[in-house]
């Protein structure tokens, strides 16, 4: 087995030599860490990844009692107009994007309507469960059903999952009513994020420390719905996707990215900005690990 060094390496090399706007990149190899950066690690936007941390806020409600993946939108929010069916919506369907309601937003768009959640809400499924459709406005509805049991999510996962792994006052873009937007919009640094990769690589402990249920993490993962797509974008679980090869990811707009491979004991993060090409840096991550 190689060495995270020797991992971290192979990987650099790859960027440089396609020239791929990289930001850092960690490697955790067991208890084994090695790092490399292209710029300071500053916090940034990791945009989709963020789907991933909505995820674990879900599984440690669930791991508490406040919720579970079958509890519907009309339980949890009961004061929301819904459209035909929608009742039924649950928030499994949120998180793995087949709620089948035609309905596509994104973080890094405006919210022109008064309440996000409310206006896709309204709108008829086409039949939960049967439909894949992305869109950040899924696992918005998603943590608005969990903020409606615990308020604001994100103040609520401080001493849940931010604080135990030192993550200090982490901010995630709001909506214009103060929401967290859940599907985008939480910053933090390359290291920062590779806490959270230990986390969901080592089943949901952190250094010893249980932060979420393993059974959770491994429904993460392992519990996928066929999403339309090809190779790496066919198959997606909760607020993950599945590969490249026998790994899973948290994968954000530009190349923000945690590969977990749970047969090597390996997870990768990557922050990044690349326009161009960006899954192409969570494949040499994938590739560098298996030499």
Not at 23 to 46: F, T
Not at 158 to 186: K, V
Not at 261 to 267: K, R
């Amino acid at each position: 087995m190689a060495s995270a060094s020797t991992v971290l390496e192979r990987i650099v090399a790859a960027i440089d030599e396609e020239s791929l706007g990289a930001y850092g990149i960690h490697v955790l190899l067991g208890d084994d860490v090695a790092e490399h950066r292209w710029r300071s690690d500053d916090r940034v936007n990791i945009y989709s990844v963020s789907k991933g941390v909505s995820a674990l806020a879900a599984g440690i409600a669930a791991d508490e009692g406040i919720l579970t993946l079958e509890k519907s939108v009309g339980e949890m929010l009961p004061d929301m107009q819904l459209g035909a069916g929608v009742d039924a919506v649950t928030l499994r369907h949120f998180l793995t994007m087949t709620s089948g309601i035609d309905f596509t937003w994104f973080g890094r768009e405006p919210a022109p309507w008064p309440d996000l959640a409310q206006e896709m809400l309204r709108r008829p499924t086409r039949s939960p469960g049967t439909v894949f459709q992305y869109s950040d406005a899924s696992t918005y509805v998603a943590m608005r059903m969990l903020g409606a049991a615990v308020g604001d999510v994100r103040d609520w996962l401080l001493p849940r999952l931010f604080d135990p792994l030192g993550i200090d006052n982490p901010q995630w873009h709001r909506c214009p009513q103060g929401w967290i937007i859940a599907g985008s919009g939480l910053e933090l640094r390359t290291e920062e994020l590779a806490r959270i990769a230990r986390v969901l690589r080592d089943g949901g402990r952190w250094h010893g420390e249980r932060i979420v249920s393993a059974g959770w993490v491994d429904a993460m993962h392992s519990t996928v719905v066929d999403t339309g797509g090809e190779g790496d974008f066919a198959r997606y679980g909760l607020a993950t996707w599945a590969g490249p090869g026998d790994g899973w990811r948290l994968d954000g707009l530009y190349g923000q990215y945690v590969y977990v491979a749970n047969d090597l004991d390996a997870a990768v993060t990557i922050t990044a900005h690349e326009e161009e090409r960006s899954h192409r840096l969570v494949e040499i991550a994938a590739e560098a690990l298996r030499g």
